[in-house]
């Protein structure tokens, strides 16, 4: 009778962590990549930026970006 109690809280334990696991990976879905500067979506994205932040700014002077030091995409759910 004692093995068979042992036994359950056992199974109950790994079904415990089980669902607590999948619950956090379904949470917390974010990869992040480096990326090269020279693709497409990454200059039309800069651009699009830029550009929106100088039509929303007050500043007389227009924004612009001289250097790049890293990438990142960020996917998520």
């Given at each position: 009778m004692a093995r068979l109690w042992q036994s359950l809280k056992l199974l109950l334990a790994i079904l415990v962590a089980l669902v607590a696991s999948s619950y956090q990976?379904?949470?917390t879905f974010i990869s992040i990549h480096e990326v090269s500067?020279?693709?497409?979506?990454?200059?039309d994205?800069?651009?699009?930026l830029t550009?929106?932040?100088?039509?929303?700014?007050?500043?007389?002077?227009?924004?612009?970006?001289l250097r790049?030091?890293?990438i990142q995409k960020q996917v998520s759910e």
């Open positions: 990976l379904k949470k500067a020279v693709e497409q979506y990454v200059k994205t800069l651009q699009y550009n929106e932040y100088n039509k929303e700014s007050d500043d007389k002077y227009n924004f612009r970006i790049i030091l890293k």
